[in-house]
């Protein structure tokens, strides 16, 4: 899977745990989830290259599901589980 095509279904998979995504320019590549006024927010970071804003939303949203109770594509399963291990339990 094509690494624009793995983030459009990882942003798809935070959307479906009611996650809200906002995209900002951090500059220092970072970004990741936080919870603000009791809303789970995913910051990514849009100054930065396709490879890194995949990576990090890949981690933050590893530590967020749990893999056994969610549908995803098997290419993202795999990357979640790189990332995180599975998730939540």
Do not use: H, W
């Amino acid at each position: 899977m094509e690494d624009e095509s793995l983030l459009g279904q990882l942003l798809d998979l935070a959307e479906r745990l009611g996650i809200e995504i906002r995209y900002v320019a951090l500059g220092s590549g970072g970004g990741g989830i936080c919870t603000i006024k009791g809303k789970r927010v995913l910051f990514v970071d849009n100054s930065a290259d396709l490879v890194e804003r995949v990576a990090v939303t890949a981690e933050a949203l590893a530590e967020e599901v749990a893999l056994d109770e969610v549908y995803v594509l098997p290419e993202v399963r795999v990357v979640l589980e790189r990332y995180g291990g599975g998730g939540k339990s």
